[in-house]
């Protein structure tokens, strides 16, 4: 049974700092690339950074280059989201996908609100 299971959200003040964990099973970890995506009230969901399956490749959206950090642990069947200065327009419901080929896996999503 595959299982994607996101954690880590919460609320977090602007320019802090918030780890985001994704903890799948189920598949060959490994043999998927990854990628974080969010989706903030009324708005489309939007991704925010990907990272290949031996982890050599990393991508990220112009508006969280710079803060963000997408890693991930194969050993641990998990990728993470290090957020770093975080914006209260980074404010949004975060979600992990799994991808390879045609094969995909969502999580349920972990919330995120930047406030003071």
């Known amino acids: 049974q595959v299982q994607v299971v996101e954690s880590g959200g919460g609320l977090v003040q602007p320019g802090g700092s918030l780890r985001l964990s994704c903890a799948a099973s189920g598949f060959t970890f490994s043999s998927y690339a990854l990628s974080w995506h969010r989706q903030a009230p009324g708005k489309e969901r939007d991704l925010v950074a990907s990272?290949?399956?031996?982890?050599?490749?990393?991508n990220y959206a112009d508006s969280v280059r710079g803060r963000f950090t997408i890693s991930r642990d194969n050993a641990k069947n998990t990728v993470y989201l290090q957020m770093n200065s975080p914006k209260p327009e980074d404010t949004a419901v975060y979600y992990c996908k799994a991808v390879r080929g045609s094969s995909f896996y969502w999580g349920q999503g972990t919330k995120v609100t930047v406030s003071s």
């Open positions: 990272i290949s399956g031996l982890g050599g490749s990393r």
